[in-house]
């Protein structure tokens, strides 16, 4: 991925729904090239598809927690995950070094639909135990930012 990428990549980031004339005007390249440059991008996996943000606050699902998840034993990652996909309320996991086996990020509408997420997230056969930190509020959250 060279500089011009980069930027083509920066200004969808910005707003996915921009043309590829707008782009162009931007990075300096015809509607064309830029077209491309994205085909060529999202065929190499850089750019994964085109989405819309959803605030899920506006949704009702204003209620979050990260939750640290232990194993019993030793657990594959693709076991965690299919034990994990059926629970709606689970938006992300993550593998991750230090004593959890995974982080999971819950979303839930209210505080007491966070608790029986969090109980059927306990009673899945794989978990030994849980480390729940509920979220209060947002400090930062950005998307990733291909010029720096």
């Given at each position: ?128 135990r ?15 930012n291909?010029?720096?």
């Open positions: 991925m060279n500089t011009l990428d980069q930027r083509i990549v920066s200004c969808l980031v910005s707003n996915a729904r921009s043309s590829y004339a707008e782009i162009g005007k931007v990075v300096g390249l015809s509607a064309p090239a830029v077209k491309r440059r994205v085909d060529r991008l999202v065929d190499t996996g850089v750019l994964r598809g085109f989405t819309a943000v959803v605030d899920p606050e506006a949704l009702g699902w204003g209620t979050e927690a990260f939750v640290e998840v232990h194993c019993q034993g030793n657990v594959s990652p693709a076991r965690i995950r299919t034990h994990l996909e059926p629970l709606p309320e689970v938006v992300a996991a993550y593998t991750v070094s230090g004593a959890a086996d995974a982080i999971v990020h819950l979303r839930a509408a209210d505080i007491h639909h966070l608790e029986s997420a969090l109980e059927r997230l306990r009673g899945l056969e794989i978990i030994d849980t480390v729940s930190t509920v979220v209060l509020s947002t400090l930062l959250e950005r998307p990733p291909p010029e720096t």
